[in-house]
């Protein structure tokens, strides 16, 4: 319970700059981080067996790294591809724990290494964006529809 608590707190702290001054693609990456936290929760709280688990949150994160693909193809901004980097990495580290049978659990513990660097990428590149834009707005729509 503690560790949802702090997640939850570091999910906010994070997603604030970027619902602050991360402009269309700020909101999306932070709607996509809570609908993936809530799924993987529910996928918890559902399933009882670990390898039933272990699926249902790749899945998660599998769908989650399609609609950051998605989205850092459409943005001139740099800090969601870096964002979506991060979250190719993890869903690469577990799928060679997967595959390999008898890869070291140092494999799925790097999956979740780096939700880490992705939080930290979404707080501070809305903000280097601001600081460094010449103008300061932030934009409010997509820079070409879907």
Same mark, same amino acid.
């Given at each position: 319970?503690?560790?949802?608590?702090?997640?939850?707190? =570091? &999910? $906010? /702290?994070?997603?604030?700059? !970027?619902?602050?001054? *991360?402009?269309?693609?700020?909101?999306?990456?932070? =709607? &996509? $981080? /809570?609908?993936?936290?809530? !799924?993987?929760?529910? *996928?918890?709280?559902?399933?009882?067996?670990?390898?039933?688990?272990?699926?249902?949150?790749?899945?998660?994160?599998?769908?989650?790294?399609?609609?950051?693909?998605?989205?850092?193809?459409?943005?001139?901004?740099?800090?969601?591809?870096?964002?979506?980097?991060?979250?190719?990495?993890?869903?690469?580290?577990?799928?060679?724990?997967?595959?390999?049978?008898?890869?070291?659990?140092?494999?799925?513990?790097?999956?979740?290494?780096?939700?880490?660097?992705?939080?930290?990428?979404?707080?501070?590149?809305?903000?280097?964006?601001?600081?460094?834009?010449?103008?300061?707005?932030?934009?409010?729509?997509?820079?070409?529809?879907?």
């Amino acid at each position: 319970m503690l560790l949802n608590l702090v997640f939850g707190i =570091l &999910m $906010f /702290v994070s997603c604030l700059p !970027a619902l602050l001054w *991360g402009g269309w693609e700020g909101r999306r990456i932070c =709607l &996509m $981080f /809570v609908v993936a936290a809530l !799924a993987t929760y529910i *996928g918890a709280t559902t399933f009882k067996t670990q390898i039933s688990l272990a699926h249902s949150t790749v899945m998660v994160d599998f769908v989650l790294l399609i609609g950051l693909a998605h989205l850092a193809a459409k943005t001139d901004r740099y800090w969601p591809l870096w964002i979506c980097a991060f979250q190719a990495l993890s869903v690469i580290s577990f799928l060679a724990w997967e595959i390999v049978p008898n890869t070291p659990r140092l494999f799925k513990a790097a999956s979740a290494v780096w939700s880490i660097p992705q939080l930290i990428v979404l707080c501070v590149g809305p903000i280097l964006d601001l600081r460094h834009s010449s103008r300061g707005a932030r934009r409010a729509e997509p820079p070409y529809a879907d």
